[in-house]
């Protein structure tokens, strides 16, 4: 029998009290935290879960990503009004969340500092914008100017974490990394298949910006509604090729025609082609993120509000998670919030999200401690503040010991990538002096 055979199995130690938990996460719809769990290193089994918190509504998944134990709340609907509720239930069974990320989908703008945005790129919160409150007068809707008037500012320790990002590449280049192990787990794995980036070789990639005016509606003349110009119910189940919207309305975009090479190049296997494509997206772009329980569906409306505000995307939730918790609104871009949106790219634009949030949480600098431990049965060296922590358990409960997973760490239950221990730090899916680098 080898060395190793005969060494202990490796534990996971998991958190036994609510206010143990630092980070959390939030989703609106099931394909967003389905793509979140795909991103955590190990699942915590239902039947190793915290119990539910007495008048907490909320379904929680838990898991580790990276250095961290999250807890993941599903809502049960979109807007602010279900995000608004899901975040004070959070708030109050975890005492101790010092970072909340809110991940998904969502609309983006299609041109951000002269930059091309493209489906899949993700965005990530500077401040949010509550852009359906304000008044309506006889001449139209008018929104408050400022994001004090209506929401409170990031806390400081958010703020000056966002500051970073800002002044760095580690995000993109460690989002980069987290995608391309999650696009692999997509290939192996059938029931993510629809996760991975959406194309066909005959229409070449579901990219599609058309111009901000061009609505999508009937073109036969024969609907009274689209022909009076007003909202056509019909019209909008239609996808664009069924109601034939024109390619020469189409806006031409560099990024999009390079992707589009890649799709459709017959010599690139599935891996080849994912890996072609990580060096186009996606793009991650900080900024103020509109927030509403407004669907964002017309590309004029859209652009007139970017420009006003300095919008980046539109989404549903931020506003509603905002005054709650510590927030950074991490949204993958599923369309372009014009009348032409469609459901093709909301999956790949979840798995984007996920992998950025995942991103995050590797550089994250708003002093949360690591909190996951591993290791052999024996047990290790405590810290002084591990010692506390112990302290206020035999206080709580009369008992000392954690509560420990024991078992072989596989690919379905730990996530994929090795583990390192380097002077008592972790590192998950590559060595401390390669996280962030690409081969």
Excluded at 174 to 195: F, G, I, P, S, V
Aim: with cysteine.
């Amino acid at each position: 029998m080898s060395a190793d055979a005969t060494k202990p199995k490796p534990k996971l130690r998991l958190l036994k009290r609510h206010e143990d938990y630092t980070i959390g996460i939030v989703c609106a719809l099931p394909k967003e935290a389905r793509a979140v769990r795909a991103a955590f290193d190990f699942t915590v089994p239902s039947s190793e879960m915290l119990g539910p918190v007495e008048g907490d509504s909320n379904a929680y998944s838990y898991g580790t990503m990276g250095n961290y134990h999250v807890v993941l709340a599903h809502l049960s609907g979109m807007g602010k009004n279900s995000a608004k509720a899901a975040a004070e239930n959070m708030a109050r069974s975890f005492r101790n969340i010092k970072l909340c990320l809110l991940v998904g989908i969502c609309g983006i703008v299609p041109k951000i500092a002269r930059q091309e945005a493209v489906l899949g790129d993700v965005v990530v919160s500077t401040m949010v914008k509550q852009y359906d409150l304000g008044r309506l007068y006889p001449s139209g809707f008018q929104s408050k100017d400022t994001v004090a008037s209506s929401l409170r500012k990031a806390p400081i320790e958010v703020a000056n974490f966002i500051s970073y990002l800002e002044a760095s590449d580690e995000l993109h280049l460690h989002t980069l990394d987290h995608l391309a192990a999650l696009e692999q787990k997509a290939l192996k794995d059938y029931r993510l298949a629809e996760y991975l980036y959406p194309y066909s070789v005959e229409d070449h990639i579901e990219d599609h910006l058309y111009k901000p005016n061009y609505i999508h509606k009937h073109r036969d003349s024969t609907c009274k509604f689209c022909d009076a110009g007003n909202f056509c119910q019909a019209a909008a189940d239609d996808d664009c090729e069924e109601l034939d919207c024109g390619t020469s309305e189409l806006i031409s975009r560099t990024r999009v025609q390079q992707i589009a090479n890649v799709c459709t190049e017959t010599t690139n296997s599935p891996s080849e082609r994912q890996q072609k494509l990580a060096e186009l997206l996606p793009r991650i772009f900080l900024g103020v993120v509109a927030s509403g329980d407004t669907v964002m569906k017309s590309g004029a409306v859209r652009d007139e509000i970017a420009k006003k505000h300095k919008i980046v995307a539109f989404e549903m939730e931020g506003a509603g998670v905002w005054d709650s918790l510590p927030t950074v609104v991490v949204k993958g871009a599923c369309d372009y919030g014009d009348s032409h949106k469609n459901k093709k790219f909301q999956e790949y634009a979840a798995l984007t999200a996920a992998a950025c949030a995942k991103a995050l949480l590797d550089i994250v600098q708003m002093g949360i401690p690591r909190n996951v431990e591993y290791g052999s049965d024996d047990a290790p060296r405590q810290t002084q503040q591990e010692q506390q922590a112990q302290q206020a358990r035999v206080a709580d409960t009369g008992r000392s010991d954690g509560h420990v997973f024991s078992g072989t760490f596989t690919g379905s239950n730990f996530g994929i990538g090795e583990t390192y221990n380097s002077g008592g730090d972790m590192y998950f899916g590559g060595s401390p002096q390669n996280r962030g680098r690409r081969g």
